[in-house]
């Protein structure tokens, strides 16, 4: 069964802090994404990376860096975070098979106080 | 670059019910995947179905089914002898058909479904 973990279910954070979210891969997949999820808006790509030190920006990049260092792990980075910052973060990892569906961890829910 | 768009933003059925959540999608593409995911409220995304663009034959797991009318550009799914655990967030999802960098995923807005007892 693949697993996708994420570091923190609920992570409380100030203001200008700078903030790491890791999401851990375990079944070798080529591709991870970080999402945003706000209701109503169902979830946002932020960056997504295809191979180790690959990367790409989605459809909502501003204020947020990613780092893919081992094919494991992806790492999404709040440089200083704002309280528009505050969300729920999935991380998801998938295969080269466009059939098939990626597999995502339990989300992160981040509150910028 | 693709949307997709659940008008829908809740639903409510009496159990036992079927209810009926509407997607629609933008895209100039032939070739695509369409997904239905589940979120309880632990957060966790599950996969309800998926939908092969070329495939004519809607595709159905026990009580899911979809609609796909691929002219229309719509893709609803239909829950039938709803059960209480099947409240949760329903979120409609696009991929492309042709391999691109990353194959990711574009969401719609979600839809709630209460199940009345």
């Known amino acids: 069964d693949v697993k996708v973990t994420q570091s923190s279910r609920y992570l409380v954070k100030r203001t200008g802090e700078k903030v790491f979210l890791e999401c851990v891969q375990d079944m070798d997949h080529e591709n991870m994404f970080w999402y945003r999820q706000d209701p109503g808006l169902g979830l946002r790509l932020i960056y997504f990376?295809?191979?180790?030190?690959?990367?790409e920006k989605g459809d909502i990049p501003e204020g947020y860096s990613v780092s893919r260092e081992k094919k494991e792990r992806f790492s999404l980075i709040l440089e200083s975070a704002s309280t528009n910052q505050t969300s729920m973060y999935l991380c998801?990892?998938?295969?080269?098979?466009?059939?098939?569906?990626?597999?995502f961890g339990p989300g992160t829910r981040l509150t910028v106080t | 670059a693709q949307t997709v768009t659940q008008s829908q933003p809740e639903m409510s059925v009496q159990e036992a019910e079927t209810v009926t959540l509407s997607c629609t999608y933008d895209?100039?593409?032939?070739?695509?995947?369409l997904f239905w995911y589940k979120q309880p409220p632990s957060r966790q995304m599950i996969l309800v179905i998926r939908q092969e663009a070329y495939k004519q034959q809607n595709a159905t797991e026990n009580r899911f089914s979809v609609n796909f009318q691929k002219a229309a550009k719509s893709f609803s799914l239909k829950i039938s002898d709803s059960q209480l655990g099947d409240a949760a967030m329903y979120f409609c999802?696009?991929?492309?058909?042709?391999?691109?960098?990353?194959?990711?995923?574009?969401f719609g807005g979600g839809t709630r479904v209460l199940v009345k007892p």
């Open positions: 895209t100039s593409e032939s070739d695509y995947y």
């Open positions: 998801a990892s998938s295969d080269q098979v466009l059939a098939r569906s990626p597999n």
């Open positions: 990376s295809y191979d180790v030190k690959m990367k």
């Open positions: 999802a696009y991929r492309r058909g042709s391999a691109a960098a990353g194959n990711k995923l574009t």
